[in-house]
T-cell receptor, first 114, second 113 residues
Framework: NAGVTQTPKFQVLKTGQSMTLQCAQDMNHEYMSWYRQDPGMGLRLIHYSVGAGITDQGEVPNGYNVSRSTTEDFPLRLLSAAPSQTSVYFC?????????????FGDGTRLSIL | KQEVTQIPAALSVPEGENLVLNCSFTDSAIYNLQWFRQDPGKGLTSLLLIQSSQREQTSGRLNASLDKSSGRSTLYIAASQPGDSATYLCAVDQRPSGSRLTFGEGTQLTVNP
């Protein structure tokens, strides 16, 4: 199993550009999430999904969109990039059901907005 | 709003030392608490998960305890090694679905040979 795969690993954008961060998992996990990690602020939840067709907002959703058309994929879209969105983005997944299963994280996408 | 605090922010120890990392949280209504390890430029790796009904979990040289009523958890690392150098993060889960983790900022550990 590849686990959680994020692409690209690095990206530089100009203010106002749009892009999609890809996340795919091959473990048939129901639950998937997007976090951003910033110095001094830890990891913060952006959006999450408890299954195909179901998404909800986390702590810092503004400026981001998500969709979940398949169990495997959970892309994160930046609509109009802003310098404040410069961050490291992590995708995570875990099985559904009981709360005794740990989260699996991808290696992250490092995004710079100029 | 749940807040998670980790102390100390950074720790440097000689190889072989036993050490304790601390995590505290403000809302005791949690389903589980997880400890993660993050290496530079990498994602998070789950080390231990303690369910709210449990008091501790052990894996090799690692032992994590949970006192839900007081809002505290500790991660004990025995006989530390240079390979243990990393940032250690704790996170609490307030939904049974496990889809909403609240993280601390982490403890950056350096184990010197």
């Amino acid at each position: 199993n590849a686990g959680v795969t994020q692409t690209p690993k690095f990206q530089v954008l100009k203010t106002g550009q749009s892009m999609t961060l890809q996340c795919a998992q091959d473990m048939n996990h129901e639950y998937m999430s997007w976090y951003r990690q910033d110095p001094g602020m830890g990891l913060r939840l952006i959006h999450y999904s408890v299954g195909a067709g179901i998404t909800d907002q986390g702590e810092v959703p503004n400026g981001y969109n998500v969709s979940r058309s398949t169990t495997e994929d959970f892309p994160l879209r930046l609509l109009s990039a802003a310098p404040s969105q410069t961050s490291v983005y992590f995708c995570a997944s875990r099985p559904g059901g009981a709360s005794n299963q740990p989260q699996h994280f991808g290696d992250g996408t490092r995004l710079s907005i100029l | 709003k749940q807040e998670v605090t980790q102390i100390p922010a950074a720790l440097s120890v000689p190889e072989g030392e036993n050490l304790v990392l601390n995590c505290s949280f403000t809302d005791s209504a949690i389903y589980n608490l997880q400890w993660f390890r993050q290496d530079p430029g990498k994602g998070l790796t789950s080390l231990l998960l303690i369910q709210s009904s449990q008091r501790e979990q052990t894996s090799g040289r690692l032992n994590a305890s949970l006192d839900k009523s007081s809002g505290r958890s500790t991660l004990y690392i025995a006989a530390s090694q240079p390979g243990d150098s990393a940032t250690y993060l704790c996170a609490v889960d307030q939904r049974p679905s496990g889809s909403r983790l609240t993280f601390g900022e982490g403890t950056q550990l350096t184990v010197n040979p």
